[in-house]
């Protein structure tokens, strides 16, 4: 797993642009790895791999999905706010503000296009890890104060993950 200020949080990444076997294996991983974390989405940066994929499963039938070179290609005007939380920032929540719904063209495994129209949970979730293909987190979205607190909260609340990482 990828955490707090590694630079591949902050890139954005790259296109898929073989779907083949090895693409449906590591999507496979992907669900695992967000499954054995508890998580509702998972960005493929944030398992330390450069392409836009992120997969979500908000525990609602149908709503098991995997997105590969997505684009939000309409959200709603309202903006509500969510504590949201994110597996590269354990233990660290926020209310952060998005649109209710949104509108996501996408291709699957099998390099099909498809479109999901979304509210609620799935609809946060899509945005969430979208950012992630863009080189934003959670914690992009408040103000520097807020940011810079969140990411001491982060090292204060995860000191022995980071030191068993070497990361701190």
């Known amino acids: 797993m990828v955490y707090g200020s590694d630079p591949l949080l902050s890139k954005t990444l790259s296109p898929v642009t073989k779907f083949d076997d090895e693409l449906k294996s590591f999507i496979k991983e992907m669900f695992e790895t967000m499954d054995n974390y ?7 940066n944030q398992v330390g791999v450069d392409k836009r994929i992120f997969v979500i499963d908000t525990r609602t039938k149908g709503e098991r999905l995997a997105f590969i ?8 005007d309202d903006n509500v706010p969510y504590n949201e939380g994110c597996l590269s920032f354990p233990n660290v929540f926020r209310d952060i503000y998005r ?13 099909r296009s498809f479109i999901v129209k979304a509210d609620g949970l799935l609809a946060r979730a899509i945005q969430h890890e979208n950012d992630h293909l863009n080189g934003k987190t959670f914690i992009s979205h408040l103000s520097d104060d807020e940011e810079r607190e969140a990411l001491s909260e982060f090292r204060r609340k995860n000191k022995r993950l980071l030191k068993g990482l070497k990361l701190i």
């Not at 508890?38 to 493929?44: K, Y």
């Not at 949104?102 to 390099?111: F, H, Y």
């Open 38 to 44: 508890n998580g509702v989405g998972l960005a493929a």
């Open 99 to 111: 649109p209710s719904r949104v509108t996501v063209s996408a291709k699957d495994v099998n390099g």
């Open 69 to 76: 070179n997505p684009e939000i290609i309409e959200t709603s």
